[in-house]
């Protein structure tokens, strides 16, 4: 039996001069990115553009890579940061920084109280056998903000710790988790008005402080 | 604890990374209020569903340019050397 080589091993031979250890990482990773890509974009072209900047990024600069951060979350970092710029090319504002896309603003408003409250008529296991649920999902994450969809993707999909989050798009872990309960809400806010059962809908209790 | 307050903690009880204390208070506040207790078990059922969709399917033809591209770029940068 022959053990699959790690990550950090893979990278120590590319950078000997082993391409085949850095076409091996390539496979190993390019699913993930080219996913995170679409589900950012959610156009074919532009994500597979995406992905290529971010391995070809990854070939030049490995040298520069000193395993601070797993690899995993370095080229997802690189990923996430190559997906914004495009957003924000769409958005012509390519003369605004990445930084001030990834920048702590507006995150200081008070949290949105759940409004549509109440029990999903299938459970989870039902809903992702359904064809339509995809779309759904997408068509809810489309609705967030760039900076709050990033966070919940690296989070929740790609499965990066609230750390590792952090790192990759260079935010405070405060702020990831600020960004995060927003993605959340926002998301279980628009899959209960769908999947839930209006019979059973619950009136939110807003105890207001004030 | 008020819903206010359970809800700037949501993350943590929902990560399990919740304070041992504060996390009976939650549960305590949850067992009276039945809104909360709705929310917090939609947001783990959309956690859930998120988690288990199938990643994009990377198109064969892409991964064969990619891995061509990237060749080249490697001979480019490693004969210069």
Same mark, same amino acid.
């Given at each position: 039996m022959t053990l699959k080589p790690s990550d950090a091993e893979l990278v120590a031979r590319a950078k000997l001069g082993d391409l085949a250890a850095f076409e091996a990482l390539t496979s190993r990773y390019e699913q993930r990115v080219y996913s995170l890509a679409m589900r950012m974009l959610r156009q074919e072209q532009d994500a597979e553009d995406v992905t290529q900047q971010t391995f070809l990024s990854a070939l030049e600069n490995l040298n520069g890579f000193r395993g601070e951060a797993s690899f995993s979350t370095w080229l997802l970092r690189i990923a996430a940061h190559a997906a914004l710029k495009v957003i924000r090319k769409r958005k012509g504002l390519?003369? $605004? #920084?990445?930084e001030e896309a990834t920048e #702590?603003?507006?995150?200081?408003?008070a949290i949105p109280h759940p409004e549509y409250i109440a029990d999903w008529r299938q459970s989870p296991e039902e809903l992702v056998q359904r064809n339509e649920t995809r779309r759904l999902l997408d068509g809810a994450l489309a609705q967030l903000d760039e900076k709050h969809r990033l966070v919940f993707l690296l989070r929740? $999909?790609?499965?990066? #710790?609230v750390k590792e989050t952090a790192e990759a798009l260079g935010l405070s872990e405060a702020n990831v988790k600020v960004r995060l309960l927003r993605a959340r809400l926002q998301l279980r806010e628009q899959l209960t008005r769908t999947l839930g059962n209006p019979e059973r809908r619950l009136i939110p209790t807003h105890n207001h402080p004030h | 604890m008020k819903c206010e307050e359970m809800l700037a903690m949501l993350n943590e009880y929902v990560d399990g990374t919740i304070d041992p204390a504060i996390c009976d208070e939650f549960e305590q506040h949850m067992a009276g209020c039945n809104p909360c207790q709705v929310v917090v078990d939609n947001i783990r059922k959309t956690i859930t569903l998120y988690k288990a969709g199938q990643p994009y399917e990377l198109p064969l033809k892409f991964h064969e340019r990619l891995h061509g591209v990237l060749r080249e770029k490697w001979k480019e940068t490693h004969k210069s050397k």
């Open positions: 390519d003369t $605004v #920084s990445l #702590s603003q507006d995150e200081n408003g929740d $999909v790609e499965g990066l #710790s | -």
